[in-house]
């Protein structure tokens, strides 16, 4: 079975600082996606940014950056200029390429300090 | 292009009770996914529907089910509530197998 791991519950940037939060899993197939979700106080969770694994290059959107290492299994996430807003639980996770599940990992939670 | 719906946003029930819960995904998305969210365990896999039918189960006692109707709409059911049931319910619709899935806003159930 699939496993997703984050290894800080918590984490704290200033603001206009650069973060990385970090994710691993632990997987047998060669091709599936991975994802960051951010859920705010309101609980929505939402779509940060996703990645094939089948491609190697290392998605962008906007601020927001990932350094996907498919041999070690570790997918981080790079929040750049770090804004209020952005103070969140931060989620990990892995989908195969067939169906819908996703797996996710423990969270962290990121603290943006003014 | 409206979001995933959830219904309703906050149940109250008491112990050995049922519920359900209605989602409402995204037009022309056809896979619904549930997901319940605790402290404690984090966020679990319930089960997946697309185009009806189940198609993936998590490990969640019979006394979770689900179900999806013509319109992609689902809904799940707990029966025989208990006090460990107390959680956020996630809903993610999704377009078949690709990418991203896009979450509601969750009903928060809690159990006395």
């Known amino acids: 079975a699939q496993t997703v791991t984050q290894s800080q519950p918590e984490m704290s940037v200033q603001e206009a600082e650069t973060v990385t939060l970090s994710c691993t899993y632990d997987?047998?197939?060669?091709?599936?996606?991975l994802f960051w979700y951010k859920q705010p106080p309101s609980r929505q969770m939402i779509l940060v940014i996703r990645?094939?694994?089948?491609?190697?290059q290392n998605a962008t959107e906007n601020r927001f950056s990932v350094n996907f290492q498919k041999a070690a299994k570790s997918f981080s996430l790079k929040i750049s200029d770090s804004q209020l807003g952005d103070a969140a639980m931060y989620f990990c996770a892995y989908k195969e390429t067939s169906g819908s599940r996703l797996t996710f990992g423990e969270g962290t939670q990121l603290t943006v300090n003014p | 292009k409206a979001g995933v719906t959830q219904t309703p946003r906050y149940l109250i029930k008491t112990r050995g009770q049922q519920v359900t819960l209605s989602c409402s995904p995204i037009s022309g998305h056809r896979s619904v996914s549930w997901y319940q969210q605790t402290p404690g365990q984090g966020l679990q896999f319930l089960f997946e529907y697309f185009s009806e039918t189940q198609r993936n189960k998590g490990n969640f006692p019979g006394r979770f089910s689900g179900r999806q109707f013509s319109n992609s709409r689902s809904e799940m059911n707990v029966s025989t509530l208990e006090l460990g049931d107390s959680a956020l319910y996630l809903c993610?619709?999704?377009?078949?197998?690709?990418?991203?899935?896009?979450f509601g806003q969750g009903t928060r159930l809690t159990v006395v």
């Open positions: 990645q094939e694994a089948y491609k190697q």
């Open positions: 997987t047998s197939e060669s091709d599936y996606y």
């Open positions: 993610a619709s999704s377009l078949a197998n690709k990418g991203e899935a896009f």
